[in-house]
């Protein structure tokens, strides 16, 4: 099969226009090595429009990789990979981009010092007036930067505020609407909620779920099955490398992938070291394998209040 290498909107933009449902993104049996390190291999993972795929998985597990294939920054070694259902081989992260495949990485590109609407339009600056007159369209940025922003719901008091003042959340969320403003069909986010506390991880799952509404196909990778499972409409676990479970939420609780996140054989270990460590009987720890939770041993055995009388 000949890879259709591509230039900026390549062979799968123009000619026949695929099927109506054929997946933004697919993987099949898709697998990346480093030298002799098999660091993934055998991945299927299929991204559609209007549906958030999560991929979980632990340190190491290939996370990072995969999507590193996805947005252009790594070769894949074995397999396909398919972007509106043709095979490509990007060469280079402009290669996504020029086919709608948007990254927000952790360490966000973003100059801290630099008022957001300059962020927003950094590297795509727009301009007015001819050459060599030609120079920034600030006013042009600033009211575009602000409808973007408030049509994704994201309200910020003042425009002006260097990126370096807004939360980690905020930041996040200002890259995820840039995304869908210029144009992305696909956005992948790599562990945006992995530094934040709890209620700015809320505001960022929030626009994940604005970003599907939209009808963009969003790639969410998290360590953490409870943030996947809030906004997540597929779930594909990776473990050394390999799918340990790709299935879609009718088919899977939040218990059971929570299980699949942390092997539920090296869970019960952990959870009987756990219990070791903290002095207390392993069966009294929460079924829930959140062990990061403040945890509380149980009254004593309070008798249950009597059910209210007559009530409903
Ligand atoms: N550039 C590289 N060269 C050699 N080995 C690599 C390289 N990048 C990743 N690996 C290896 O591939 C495996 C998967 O790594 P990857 O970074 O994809 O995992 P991850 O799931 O993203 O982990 P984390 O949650 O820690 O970010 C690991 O064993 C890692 O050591
Ligand atoms: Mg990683």
């Known amino acids: 099969m000949t890879d259709d290498t591509t230039t900026p909107h390549g062979a799968g933009a123009e000619g026949t ?3 109506p449902d054929t997946p933004l993104v697919e993987l099949r049996g898709a697998g990346k090595s480093y030298g002799n390190v098999r660091a993934l291999h055998g991945v299927d993972l299929t991204v559609d429009a209007g549906r958030v795929t999560c991929v979980l998985g632990d340190n190491g597990a290939g996370k990072s990789t995969l999507i590193k294939i996805v947005s252009g920054l790594h070769r894949h070694t074995e397999g396909e990979f398919l972007v509106d259902g043709r095979p490509v081989r990007f060469a280079t992260p402009r290669d996504a981009l020029a086919r709608g495949i948007a990254t927000v990485y952790q360490d966000l590109a973003t100059v801290p010092l630099m008022p957001v609407w300059r962020n927003f339009f950094l590297g795509s600056e727009l301009t007015k007036g001819p050459w060599p007159l030609r120079r920034l369209d600030i ?7 602000d409808r973007e922003l408030r049509d994704m719901g994201i309200v910020l008091d003042d425009l002006e505020q260097p990126v370096g003042t807004l939360s980690g959340g905020q930041r996040q969320s200002v890259a995820i609407a840039r995304a869908v403003h ?3 069909r696909v956005l992948i986010l790599d562990e945006p909620t992995a530094a934040l ?3 700015q991880s809320g505001v960022v799952l929030k626009y994940i ?6 009808g963009l196909g969003v790639v969410f990778i998290t360590h953490n099955p409870h943030h996947a499972y809030m906004v997540g409409d597929h779930f594909s676990v990776l473990r050394l490398g390999t799918l340990e479970l790709s299935a879609d939420r009718g088919d899977v609780g939040l218990e059971e992938l929570t299980d699949h996140m942390a092997g539920g054989a090296e869970l019960a270990a952990l959870k009987h070291e756990l219990a070791q460590v903290r002095g207390v009987d392993a069966r009294e720890l929460p079924e829930e394998a959140d062990l990061t939770a403040p945890w509380r041993r149980p009254r004593k055995a309070a008798p249950d209040p009597a059910p209210p009388s007559g009530g409903t």
């Open 182 to 184: 210029f144009g992305a």
């Open 17 to 19: 226009p695929p099927a």
């Open 209 to 214: 779920a604005a970003a599907r509404d939209r």
């Open 139 to 145: 006013a042009r940025m600033k009211r575009t930067a």
């Open 197 to 199: 506390g709890v209620r």
